[in-house]
């Protein structure tokens, strides 16, 4: 019980700790986004790679014979990633990290119920008083304001959210999660060159910071926490697995305003109880529901 929270609580912090990367990158212009992503997808599809050949060894070495690849993933999975890590770092250039994980978090959850809904899954009434009131929240949220200098930064993000939501829901029928993540983030590089190009066409400059600030969250907040979060997943219920999720804005907002002074907002504020309260209580009424 204790190695499955702390792997989850590791995996939450990465999750947090992408947000934070991206925004302290972008913010300083150490690096362009376009080349964020690139650099990004590349370390984390090393990294993935890495681990997945050590786990085959590992395996090997046990059963004395060859483990088969289960689960190459797919193309569409892959295109679902890129677009969720291109978006992801756009958006980063003109958002606070706070207020881009809320957005990104909450598109998620909202994609995967969306999913369950167009699928016919029941719902309850107090659920769909959940689901309006976490609709509601998202739209105060994206309403022009001072923590959201744009509409279309939120956007963005929102776009990015959906793109993830996708991501995971097709994940769900993967025989080998791990094999699946790393096949689509190696999958996805096919697309990398056209970012190298459009990046080398506006070039404005990259500094070794912004390089490292990029392998750092491919490498280390993509790559490793995804392995990690991917050991805690199967031991926790799905219920439990959608509530600790929603624990990630709360934390990369912490880390904005301790790290880059990032300013906490009233509109922040009400915009995260709204739209993770009601969440919430949509996930706990599923699972009373089961």
């Known amino acids: 019980m204790l190695s499955t929270v702390l792997y989850t609580l590791i995996a939450l912090c990465a999750f947090a700790a992408n947000s934070l ?21 590349a370390s984390g599809a090393l990294i993935l790679l890495g681990i997945l050949l050590w786990q085959t060894t590992l395996l090997r070495s046990k059963s004395q014979s060859a483990q088969p690849l ?12 890129f677009v969720y890590a291109l978006c992801f770092s756009v958006a980063y250039v003109d958002l606070n990290t706070g207020t881009g994980a809320l957005i990104l978090f909450s598109a998620v959850q909202l994609t995967m119920i969306g999913h369950s809904v167009l699928n016919k899954e029941p719902l309850s009434k107090v659920q769909w ?10 739209i105060y949220l994206m309403l022009p ?5 744009s509409f279309m930064p939120a956007m963005l993000m929102a776009l990015s959210g959906v793109a993830w939501g996708v991501y995971s829901i097709r994940g769900k029928s993967c025989s080998s999660p791990l094999q699946a993540t790393s096949f689509n983030f190696l999958r996805s590089l ?27 969250s491919g490498a280390l907040a993509s790559g490793l926490g995804y392995s990690i979060w991917y050991i805690a997943l199967p031991r926790l219920k799905s219920s439990q697995a959608g509530v600790v999720q929603l624990t990630v804005p709360v934390l990369a907002t912490l880390a904005g305003v301790v790290v880059l002074d990032e300013q906490l907002t009233a509109r922040l504020v009400v915009a995260s109880a709204l739209i993770l309260g009601a969440v919430l209580v949509f996930l706990m009424a599923k699972k009373r529901s089961v």
């Open 145 to 149: 304001s001072a923590t959201v200098p």
């Open 129 to 138: 008083g959940a689901l309006f009131v976490a609709f509601a929240g998202f």
């Open 70 to 81: 289960t689960d190459k993933g797919s193309n569409i999975s892959a295109l679902s990633l």
């Open 190 to 216: 096919i697309l990398v060159p056209i970012l190298v190009f459009l990046a080398v066409v506006d070039w404005q400059g990259i500094t070794a910071s912004g390089v490292y600030l990029a392998i750092a």
């Open 21 to 41: 990367l991206c925004r302290m990158a972008l913010q300083s212009g150490d690096i362009d986004p376009l080349s964020f992503t690139a650099i990004r997808l």
